[in-house]
């Protein structure tokens, strides 16, 4: 069986590891040290991990981040969720096929007291606003713990491989999220007033002011804090359409996670639903993991995330379909196809506009929700609590961190630490840094010489962002009031062609053209972040412009990639005067053609469609009891089951309040699912401390 891996990545380094074994359904496999299950199934080609009890529909991987059940196999007896439990030599994994039985426990126990212990602070959530907050207070020598559930700092910064936006200054703008994340973690290591808990999650906060916390899967601690500050993050949205729970479709964020993470090459073909930030980004990390992306589709008119990111992918080759949603993906046990359609003004599909589109993935990345389940837990158990990054709003990177600056003064000053109020600039920058994308212009390259050598911004929507004008010391870049916002134009200064605006840019929206040696013919430089699509010199390349409209073919002169180019490849090549400002990218990406079938177009949620993946619950078991007038999601849940399963109506919450729209029913006269311990699932060993008490024998 091949192994679908990354062997070579354009900006992560492939770690060497070792090689192990393990038996899945008594067939011998290889896996690396360090890895989870399920990444260890999906490097040997396996996506389908067992099946669904109620109707034998196969089940895969979901969330990858532990807040389901979709991915649960039997690890030497044991049902444990593959994308959070690590792999063992010669372990002896099985599929799952309607309940598993419970393993057999023989001897006697030794069971531990619970650790409890006080703090100033507990943050949840090691992410851009936790860390970020954590810095504030250990400045302060504050004492405060940090919980998170995977084994190192940085929450969504680890998988992000494209650089930020924002300013270089206040939010490292330029720089990777990878590298951000490791920045960020060897700040927090200065402070000896801050305790980092990794592998660990919160459970519930109490009523008695206590929050429950499991530590490396066996130990379970009691923290008391003063004050409780939710970084949790987000959870992202679903949709429900026929075939949204075969194998094969999942969030933009376990992709993330299977390919930048854990370098899997977890797809050949793959299509992604929504144009926002999350799948944008998600298509361009595909394209630096050598995966093919058929296409996107978005419902709105046009892309509601950046325009750069979406110009960034359609100049490498990837079609985004405006107005456009999709009605089903399409196979038996795993995806291998995708229908989508047009949509009307009012986002019905259009009959006689459908498109199936051959993929063996399909990746969700229509926005996220805040994880703020802690924050009015802890709001309702009387503590003193705050929220920072997207567990308060939904925002970028560059925004949480700023957000968490915030909420460790404001945490600070309520603990008598300081007494200055936080800086009003703060607050001012954490609002641009939030700010919506403005509208989009068409670039105006007449304002450009044609002569020496000058910059080009193909830049045509106002976003916070400016490490452009802060790389060029020659100041041959300005933003006009010198607003963040602002769009970047150039000076009469004369550029020197240092390429840092070039290499810094994060929307890849700069090129450099050279008029110095020839001025009919001039040189272009482009940068270029996909290399695993390696280009030399003497190949050919079909030239785009920022939009990714195909200008002419063109030889490439040279290529540089060295230490100081960020990761960054230049691309040279020479074209003719009369297009050389345009030349903003070239396609590595053929155009596929699309298969077209009919069928049916639903106006909304389809009957048949999965609503609740945990207990498979549909939309035409959920309608009826909204058409009698019930607007308890607990009295639903009693006669469906619909969010009665393992994640915690964590996904199908959302859904069915869609369903009450739809039937044109106010959403605050819904009452909403009671939420009740525990966040995600523990074995009740945890909680005795059995299991840790038998980890601190084996270690004796």
Known sequence: MPEFRIKKHPILRVPKRNKIYFYWNNKRLSAYEGEVISSALFANGIHVFGYHKRDGSPQGLFCANGQCSQCIVIANGIPVKSCMTKIEKNMILESVKGLPSLPSRVGDFTFSPIHELETDVLIIGGGPAGISAALQLGERGIKAIIVDDKDRLGGKLVLQTHKFFGSIEDCYAGTRGTDIAKILEGKIEQFSSLQVWLNSTAMYVFSDKKVGIVTNGTEYKIVKPKILLNAAGARERFLAFPGNTLPGVYGAGAFQTLVNRDLIKSSKRLFLVGGGNVGLIAAYHAIQAGIHVVGLVEALKKVGGYQVHANKIKRLGVPIYTSHTILSANGNEHVDSVTVSQVDNTFTPISGTEKTFKCDTVLIGIGLSPIDEFFMEAQEAGINSFSAGDAQEIAEASSAMFSGKIAGIEIARELGKEDKPVPKDWYKKASTLKSHPGKVTVPKYDAYPETGITPVIHCNQEIPCNPCV????????????????????????????????????????????????????????????????????????????????????????????????????????????????????????????ALHIEQPLPNKIPDDAIVCRCERVTAGEIRPLIKKGIKDLNEIKAITRAGMGACGAKTCENLILQMYREEGIPLEEVTLNTKRPVFIEASLGVFSNILNAKKNEKDI
Not at 493 to 503: A, D, E, F, S, T
Not at 556 to 576: A, C, E, G, M, Y
């Open 470 to 593: 802060s790389v060029c010391k020659k100041g041959v870049i300005t933003i006009p009031g010198d607003s963040l916002l602002g769009k970047p134009r150039i000076t009469g200064n004369q550029c020197i062609g240092c390429n840092k605006c070039l290499l810094v840019c994060p929307g890849l929206a700069i090129s450099l053209v050279d008029y110095r040696d020839n001025l009919e013919y001039p040189v272009v430089s482009l940068a270029y972040e996909a290399y695993n699509y390696a280009y030399k010199k003497g190949d050919s390349v079909l030239l785009t412009d920022y939009e990714g409209n195909p200008l002419q073919e063109a030889e490439i002169i040279d290529t540089v990639l060295n230490k100081s180019s960020r990761k960054t490849q230049i691309i040279k090549v020479r074209v003719p005067q009369n297009i050389a400002k345009k030349v903003a990218g070239f396609k590595v990406q053929k155009k596929k053609d």
